[in-house]
């Protein structure tokens, strides 16, 4: 449960970035393509791309958290 909650809050910020990038790429690489088309194309592929997208970053977010702590006087082996 708490992956999906992170998931869930990371999820708007990947779709923002991916697509400020999408709508860049778009205008830049197809420009005598309408508008009404290209951006509704973006934001439907960006908002399936960062459902998987979220779902990988949610535990790398979480994993300081999940660490064993390593007592101070622990011996490194060199």
């Known amino acids: 449960m708490t992956r999906l909650m992170v998931a869930a809050v ?3 910020m990947a779709q923002a970035v991916l697509f400020g990038a999408g709508l860049i790429c778009a205008l830049i690489l197809a420009p005598g393509l ?3 088309v290209s951006i509704p194309l973006v934001v439907v ?3 399936l791309i960062s459902l998987p997208l979220s779902w990988f970053i949610a535990p790398r977010m979480m994993a300081r958290y999940q660490r064993r702590p390593i007592p101070a ?3 490194r082996p060199d």
């Open 73 to 75: 006087n622990a011996a």
């Open 34 to 36: 309408s508008a009404q």
């Open 45 to 47: 592929i960006t908002a």
């Open 10 to 12: 990371v999820y708007p």
